[in-house]
């Protein structure tokens, strides 16, 4: 029946060569590279605009990036620039501001440290913490390095396209050999090669917490590689008009290219023709049709809720048994009067006061002021500050809705308390607040129990086990941060190029 309905259809305007379902960066990564290669791209995104948690929303004046707003990946030189590269291809252009400081540091025992862009200042400071660890403090910030200019050196493309490994290889053979070296390593073992304190061994795993969610040990190395030193080489750059502007480029480009993209437009199921993924069915009843379909949606929401639980592959129930959900977070998005914060506050913070709550629920807290690079972004006077802290969906389930409201109400007080430490005067100069919770993020970001992606069950061999964009069911991809590498824009653009170049090489483009 289904077989019959797909062949009525594959002539008609409805047939697709590929259907993206989510345009988060990964999904828009993808959507815009097949569209440059002149494949017939839908992509269907159940919120109102693009970019789910890089999206944004406006309240009072204020521009709030979704996410976080520490951005990677818009470096102008290089091979894993892969945010402006994303741009490029498909003739769209982002202005974006460059940060001198990634991360303000305020740590357990008085410990506070600015990441600068510029290396050598940065491991002078780290050093000036710990005078008898400079030389292993080197030795292991410079092994990231090593990773990273493997990866700098080569086009980044997919790692399932036997032509594309034979010609890097080719091209690159020490590079290549280099990763392979690194690819089932994680970070832990390395940094205790060269590092003993184990006070710099807790700030080595806050500086792996702060983004992948995991400590050092369950940190992939390849992936600390990228964030460790294209800190100090591309640096950190924000976008000019917010983080929501990176989404809404990237649909600019995908028209032009003749791309399409529909909004308010839910998956409810993939439709599969056998065992092979031929379209989708929307919420409101209607069906698309394509060669190829490719979930931007996490692997939870793709296996679990898109598709049968009876269709399930082995492999996903393998993956389900290595990796689990990461906690979501409770945000904060703050208006507040710009004299609150002295001058010179950097953009980004990271505060924590007993390193044995690094992991816990509202343990570590993050803090980025996007307005201190675009003050565009609120009303003259006041500046952003989006703080936010991981947080657990079990906790905010099954509450009345005045529960609900008094559990985020007495959250955000802490959380306030907390920003009073290193921003005093913060609680009176608040003008505007809204709170999230972890329910907040399923229900705009489609993501099951809210998730900020995968993290491993436990001690994995690197990357190795994160999967590549094919699937077990012919048809049907994923892309995004539940494929390899992970978490992080410039991770999702680089799972977009890899999954467009697979479904591309597929389709014979
Ligand atoms: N570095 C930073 O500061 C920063 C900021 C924001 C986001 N990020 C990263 O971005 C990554 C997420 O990117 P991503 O590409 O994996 O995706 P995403 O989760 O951001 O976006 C997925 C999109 O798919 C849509 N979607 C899901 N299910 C759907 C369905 N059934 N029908 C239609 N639409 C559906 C959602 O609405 C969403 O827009 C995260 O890893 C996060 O770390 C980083
Ligand atoms: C042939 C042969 C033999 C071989 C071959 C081999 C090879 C070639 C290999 C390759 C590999 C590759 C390519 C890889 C790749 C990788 C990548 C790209 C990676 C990337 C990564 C990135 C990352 C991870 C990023 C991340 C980031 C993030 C997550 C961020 C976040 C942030 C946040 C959350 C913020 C917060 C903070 C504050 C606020 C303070």
């Not at 070296?181 to 702060?210: H, S």
């Not at 529909?262 to 379209?279: H, M, N």
């Not at 399930?312 to 004299?339: C, I, N, T």
């Not at 079990?394 to 921003?423: C, H, M, N, P």
């Amino acid at each position: 029946m289904l077989a019959n309905s797909l062949r009525s259809h594959s002539n008609t305007y409805l047939c697709f060569d590929a259907i993206i379902i989510g345009s988060g960066i990964g999904g828009l990564v993808t959507a815009t590279q097949l569209a440059a290669k002149g494949a017939k791209v839908l992509v269907l995104e159940s919120y109102t605009i693009p970019g789910g948690s890089s999206g944004y929303f406006e309240r009072e004046g204020y521009r709030f990036d979704v996410g976080a707003s520490m951005i990677f990946g818009f470096g102008t030189q290089g091979t894993t620039n892969l945010l402006t590269k994303a741009l490029e291809a498909v003739n769209v252009k982002l202005e974006t501001i460059s940060d001198p400081v990634q991360i303000h540091y305020h740590l357990p025992k008085g410990i506070d440290l600015k990441v600068h862009k510029n290396y050598e200042k940065f491991l002078q400071k780290l050093g000036d913490i710990f005078p008898h660890e400079r030389q292993g403090i080197r030795q292991f910030y410079d092994e990231c390095w090593k990773v990273f200019n493997c990866l700098n050196s080569m086009e980044l493309l997919s790692l399932e396209e036997p032509q594309y490994l034979a010609r890097v290889f080719f091209q690159h053979p020490l590079a290549c050999l280099g990763l392979v070296k690194y690819l089932p390593q994680n970070v832990g073992d390395i940094a205790r090669r060269y590092i003993k304190d184990p006070e710099l061994l807790q700030f080595i795993d806050i500086e792996c917490y702060c983004w992948s969610v995991v400590p050092a040990d369950l940190t992939p190395m390849i992936n600390a590689g990228m964030v460790f030193s294209d800190r100090h080489y591309g640096g950190i750059n924000y976008p000019k008009g917010g983080v929501g502007q990176i989404a809404q480029k990237l649909v600019a480009g995908l028209e032009k290219a003749g791309g399409e993209i529909q909004y308010k437009a839910r998956v409810s199921q993939i439709l599969l023709d056998g065992d092979r993924a031929v379209g989708v069915e929307l919420a409101s009843g209607k069906t698309y049709y394509a060669k190829r379909v490719i979930s931007n949606a996490t692997r939870w929401d793709t296996f679990e809720k898109l598709l049968p639980v009876s269709k399930m592959p082995r492999a996903e129930r393998k993956w389900q048994q290595r990796y689990q959900k990461s906690p979501s977070f409770l945000s904060l998005h703050l208006g507040v009067q710009a004299d609150v914060l002295p001058i010179g506050t950097e953009c980004h913070h990271i505060v924590l006061e007993d390193w044995q709550n690094m992991t816990d629920s509202e343990g570590t807290l993050f803090v980025s002021i996007p307005t201190l690079l675009d003050p565009d972004l609120a009303p003259a006077g006041y500046n952003i500050v989006h703080a936010f802290t991981p947080s657990w969906v079990d906790d905010w389930q099954t509450l009345s809705s005045r529960e609900y409201e008094q559990r985020k109400e007495a959250a955000a007080g802490r959380v306030i308390e907390r920003l009073e430490k290193i921003f005093p005067g913060l609680d009176a100069g608040l003008d505007y607040m809204e709170v999230g919770t972890p329910r907040t993020h399923r229900r705009f970001l489609n993501r099951d129990d809210g998730t900020y992606g995968p993290i491993p069950q436990r001690r994995l061999r690197g990357l190795l086990g994160m999967p590549f964009n094919r699937t077990a069911i012919p048809g049907l991809y994923c892309v995004g941060d539940s494929t390899f590498p992970g978490q992080g824009l410039n991770a999702v653009a680089f799972s977009g190029f890899a999954c467009a170049h697979r479904v591309a090489v597929d389709l014979g483009l």
